[in-house]
């Protein structure tokens, strides 16, 4: 039961462009959700983070979208540099402190040059 | 580098056998969580520890065993291995057991043959 969905295994944008990476999630228990970014061979990295309580969070060239009522979050990137090249996880977790983490299956971003 | 540590790197043994890996959390965070990443699958969520006691338990097989120990390191069990249990195994540490930002290890890639 796949409660955080990433339906897209792979995005191509060219480098300058926008990237948007999409997530949709079952549980409305979740209230706190985030971003990882892997690269070959290392662990996830922590991207961004947003609270349910908001519907936006940025952070430089990386904005999370969330719409509650679609249970629906998006990760833009602009402009996409080649070295955004990765593996992008969705994450999502559950009010009430000491809660497990549920991640997506990842889409993969290439950024041409 | 995240700070956490995790060891080895690469493993491989054969069915029904046991292996222990291992994790080093940042300095100063209290919780450990454990991850296992099969070939196209996203990060399935097995086990989280904080200061020594189990808090959350996700889809953890009953051969799979895990413990925090008081230095606040800590131990992944695998027994009775099968040809499927060969996956990436991540360990994240973050500072409290909330859903903050967890900090990911390089993993640990087990080869089951």
């Known amino acids: 039961d796949q409660q955080v969905k990433q339906n897209s295994p792979s995005l191509s944008v060219q480098e300058g462009r926008i990237s948007i990476l999409n997530c949709d999630y079952t549980n409305s228990m979740f209230d706190y959700f985030l971003w990882y970014k892997k690269y070959p061979a290392e662990g996830p990295t922590f991207l961004i983070s947003i609270s349910s309580i908001k519907d936006k969070n940025e952070d430089g060239r990386f904005t999370v979208f969330l719409n509650k009522s679609a249970k629906h979050l998006s990760l833009h990137i602009v402009p996409s540099q080649p070295g955004d090249s990765a593996v992008y996880f969705c994450a999502a977790s559950e009010a009430g402190g000491y809660q497990k983490v549920t991640f997506g299956i990842g889409t993969k971003l290439q950024v041409i040059p | 580098d995240s700070g956490v540590t995790q060891t080895p790197k690469h493993l491989i043994t054969a069915t029904g056998q046991r292996v222990t890996l291992r994790c080093s959390p940042r300095?100063?965070?209290?919780?450990v969580y454990w991850y296992q990443q099969s070939l196209d699958q996203g990060l399935q969520f097995l086990i989280q520890?904080?200061?020594?006691?189990?808090?959350a338990k996700g889809n953890i097989l009953e051969r799979f065993s895990a413990q925090q120990f008081p230095d606040l390191h800590s131990e992944l069990n695998l027994s009775s291995l099968e040809l499927g249990d060969s996956a990436l195994y991540f360990c994240a540490s973050s500072s409290s057991g909330v859903a903050d930002t967890q900090y990911f290890g390089p993993g640990t890639r087990l080869t089951v043959l």
């Open positions: 520890y904080y200061n020594g006691e189990e808090r």
């Open positions: 300095s100063g965070d209290l919780s």
